[in-house]
């Protein structure tokens, strides 16, 4: 047997050239059932290599990456085709060729297979059922470069190495030699051990790839893009899709991501780079005061006439059969409750129905989704949630802490070491036991009661259910809106329920996050128009703390008092 390779080799040549370089038996096996002979060696691409060789580590692809480039003298362009040496290539001639099949020189231009990264692997590996062998470069066509007189590549092929967009110092061939880290946050750490991605560790997990592409470019290919999805899934075959048609793609959604989330980048980069105008002005330091609402906006109600309450009956119509369907369009989903937005509220509002009946009609008011849309349209601010989070978790939340910090009350200094506790566990993560310790004090503490009887605990706004409570007793009689939890401690929560009127009116348990289920209990709250004396002091607090609304001072003297301690 050979101890060399070339294009003629056999597929016992490339096994014995395996074995002389101490490769594992199933990589070797993985070849044969390849029919990798010696033409397939040399056309071998990064992702080929990745996707034979995986199963046995990055450290033997790594081996293997030095080797073949070594028994076969090639490298990686821009498009990951392996092209020849340059002392191999034929020289450059400055007569004009007469023919274009003819080189300069007179000899056939020769034509090195591209292989298309857009085209899925499993495209490329060959079976016996379709009559070839190995895997088979896919060949497209490629607009020459122009070349000058001299044989150098033109100005334009030069302009273009300096990168996409205007980027310079784009690594050539990046993406192939881009591996995924090991090292996560904690978020994407603790679902990657339980095999478990919910919607906020896909973000960041997203998130941590991309900032690390971000190194290389802003601007990658839809090549590159595919080419790092596909490295996604082959390091964690959990994240893989499903499959649900023959077009689709193991590695599809994570492509897709990838590209929203850079986009985004990209135009966070050109808003920062856009000069100012002469109108603009340098921000400044001073504190901006919110936009003061003196109105109730929650309590205005919609005017529509006869016909238009006709087709809005109808939608809700078809906004219940699009509910017990099976596969739901969100998209509709969301256009039919922006439709009947007036009837509902107007329902809501004249008291007439029961929530079960609401909910009824519209059960996707149960979604936290939803939910939040829903009250962006009563306050008419798509952006309310969004600013309510960033006043709670900005300015508020961090002025508890400081409360917890100093505080030298038993249940506070309990609470301050279970918090401390839970951090050093890892339960959640940090930024989440600090928001849930602050969150417990200000209802069972700073606003303990609420406008109700103290010590009362039926009427706690946020209660922990233990192992022995019976949860769906407790929730058949929890009249008040209020945040039920079930675990062993408040960092340690399996349960996370939206509750009152005897039900739940929303889940968001697989958010797992007290801030944004607090959030969905101030929107429950004014959706549905509650007003029960148990969460008066509570809702005039986020009224007056984040809703902007000013009512002259004229608050009870518990909520004065909080804000008080607070330093407002």
């Known amino acids: 047997m050979p101890s060399f390779l070339s294009g003629s080799s056999s597929v016992a040549d490339v096994v014995h050239w395996l074995r002389n370089n101490k490769f594992n038996d199933e990589v070797i096996k993985n070849f044969q059932d390849e029919s990798i002979d010696g033409e397939d060696f040399f056309s071998l691409e990064m992702w080929m ?36 040496d340059k002392e191999q290539q034929p020289p450059a001639c400055s007569s004009p060729a007469e023919s274009p099949l003819q080189d300069v020189c007179g000899m056939p231009e020769i034509e090195y297979p591209r292989m298309s ?70 978020n994407v750490e603790l679902g990657i051990n339980a095999k478990a991605f919910n919607a906020s560790r896909i973000n960041e997990f997203v998130r941590d790839i991309c900032t690390l592409v971000s190194t290389y470019t802003r601007y990658p290919t ?67 005061h919110k936009k003061q609402r003196t109105d109730n906006p929650w309590l205005e109600v919609p005017s529509f006439d006869a016909k238009e309450k006709e087709a809005m009956k109808e939608k809700v119509g078809q906004l219940r059969k699009l509910s017990r369907a099976g596969k739901v369009d969100h ?104 928001q849930r310790a602050a969150i417990w004090i ?22 922990l259910l233990e192992g022995d409570d019976d949860v769906d007793h407790q929730i058949k009689v929890a009249v008040t809106p209020s945040i039920f939890l079930s675990g062993t401690s408040v960092f340690d929560t399996s349960v996370m329920y939206v509750v009152g009127e005897g039900r739940v009116l929303c889940d968001a348990s697989r958010e797992d996050k007290l801030l944004d289920c607090l959030i969905l209990l101030i929107c429950v709250h004014y959706t549905y128009n509650f007003d029960y004396k148990v969460q008066r002091n509570a809702m005039l607090f986020f009224e007056k703390a984040t809703f902007g609304i000013n009512y002259n001072n004229q608050v009870p003297l518990g909520v004065t008092q909080v804000f008080t301690l607070l330093g407002q």
């Not at 290599?49 to 003298?73: A, V």
């Not at 334009?156 to 996560?184: H, M, T, Y």
């Not at 999805?229 to 599809?252: H, R």
């Open 49 to 84: 290599i990745d996707r034979l060789i995986y199963i046995k580590g990055m450290k033997n692809i790594k081996r293997f990456r030095s080797l073949w480039s070594q028994e076969t003298n090639m490298i990686f362009d821009v498009n990951g085709k392996p092209v020849p």
């Open 117 to 186: 990264l857009l085209a899925p692997p499993v495209n490329n590996l060959l079976t016996p059922e379709n009559g070839s062998k190995g895997i088979r470069p896919t060949v497209s066509s490629v607009e020459k470069q122009p070349l000058s007189e001299n044989g150098s590549p033109s100005p334009s092929l030069k302009a273009n190495k300096k990168g996409r967009s205007g980027e310079k110092n784009v690594k050539i061939g990046w993406a192939q030699s881009f591996e995924i880290p090991d090292k996560f946050s904690l």
């Open 222 to 288: 839809e090549a590159e893009r595919q080419l790092i999805a596909q490295k996604i899934v082959m390091k964690f075959t959990f994240l893989k899709d499903p499959t649900i048609g023959q077009n689709s793609k193991e590695w599809g959604s994570w492509e897709i991501q990838i590209k929203n989330r850079m986009k985004r980048l990209q135009k966070l980069a050109t808003k920062r780079s856009l000069p100012m105008t002469d109108t603009e002005k340098e921000p400044s330091d001073v504190h901006m």
């Open 331 to 434: 998209g509709v989903m969301k256009n039919l409750m922006r439709d009947t937005y007036p009837l509902r509220r107007q329902t809501i509002l004249a008291g007439t129905d029961t929530v079960d009946t609401i909910i009824k009609s519209f059960p996707v008011l149960m979604q936290p989704a939803h939910l939040r849309m829903e009250i962006c349209r009563i306050f008419d601010d798509v952006e309310f949630c969004k600013n309510m989070k960033v006043s709670l978790a900005g300015t508020w939340i961090p002025r508890i802490l400081s409360y917890i910090e100093s505080s030298d009350k038993p249940m506070v200094k309990k609470l301050r070491d279970e918090m401390e506790q839970a951090i050093n566990d890892g339960l959640i993560s940090e930024t989440e036991c600090r």
């Open 442 to 463: 200000m209802f069972n503490s700073l606003l303990q009661g609420s406008g109700g009887r103290k010590n009362s605990g039926c009427e706690k706004i946020l209660k």
